[in-house]
Nanobody, 126 residues
Framework: QVQLVESGGGLVQAGGSLRLSCTASGRTFSSYAMGWFRQAPGKEREFVAAIHWRGASTHYADSVNGRFTISRDNAKNTVYLQMNSLKPEDTAVYYC???????????????????WGQGTQVTVSS
């Protein structure tokens, strides 16, 4: 079993920045691709960013590309999401997720991720 705990959400004005963190426990974190997803009220949960288990590659949704950066520190079992130039449409609950299997390339699909955190709220005011 794996546990994921997100932190770093909050209220920020448009144009501001936040850094989300997700700390994992319970299995070998460094062997698994990790992703960030978000869900706004009344909408489906959508892909935001993902990172290879060694950090060798990253993927971003078009809506956040160039503004958000995903990174990981395997020594700390933590993955980060640096969010800059935030917009009101970025308002959502942000979820961290871990891949089902080790050693795979990161996916943009929810069904490829078997473990999820509880989510952290990000609110961007205009």
């Amino acid at each position: 079993q794996v546990q994921l705990v997100e932190s770093g959400g909050g209220l920020v004005q448009a144009g501001g920045s936040l850094r989300l963190s997700c700390t994992a426990s319970g299995r070998t974190f460094s062997s698994y691709a990790m992703g960030w997803f978000r869900q706004a009220p009344g909408k489906e949960r959508e892909f935001v960013a993902a990172i290879h288990w060694r950090g060798a590659s990253t993927h971003y949704a078009d809506s956040v590309n160039g503004r958000f950066t995903i990174s990981r520190d395997n020594a700390k079992n933590t993955v980060y999401l640096q969010m800059n130039s935030l917009k009101p449409e970025d308002t959502a609950v942000y979820y961290c997720a871990a891949d089902y299997s080790p050693g795979r390339y990161p996916s943009t699909e929810r069904y490829e991720y078997g473990f999820w955190g509880q989510g952290t709220q990000v609110t961007v005011s205009s």
